[in-house]
């Protein structure tokens, strides 16, 4: 996809990057509930974030979208290193949800600061 996007102008680039984290925040957002098919999903969905944060970050002249993409990069840490490693699936059954809610919220929200400054 880099090389696609070599070719297209600066607004079409940071549309396409907006459209791909549109989807990503939706797909995020459709998380339910927890289960560990659910988390794995959300980890795979968190990595394709981080992978998608890189790209806007490097094609990113804005310096206050700058500075969400470093708050979104220091959540998406604070969550994987945190409440989702390998501690969730420690914790009581009845509090595995709300964490799970509260980790996917997180992670959208920084998600969708991103997209305001698209």
Known sequence: MFFDVLFLPK???SMLYKSELQQ?????????????EQLSHFLVLIRKGED????????NHNPLL???????FAEINRELNGRLKNRLQELPVEMQQ????????AISMVLTNILMHL
């Not at 709300?98 to 919220?105: G, I, K, N, V």
């Open 11 to 13: 607004k079409n680039i």
């Open 24 to 36: 990503l925040v939706d797909e995020i957002n459709g998380l339910s509930g927890f289960s560990s």
């Open 52 to 59: 998608l944060l890189h790209s806007i970050e490097s094609i």
């Open 66 to 72: 700058e500075v969400w993409i470093d708050m979104a």
């Open 98 to 105: 709300s964490e799970f809610l509260y980790s996917r919220s």
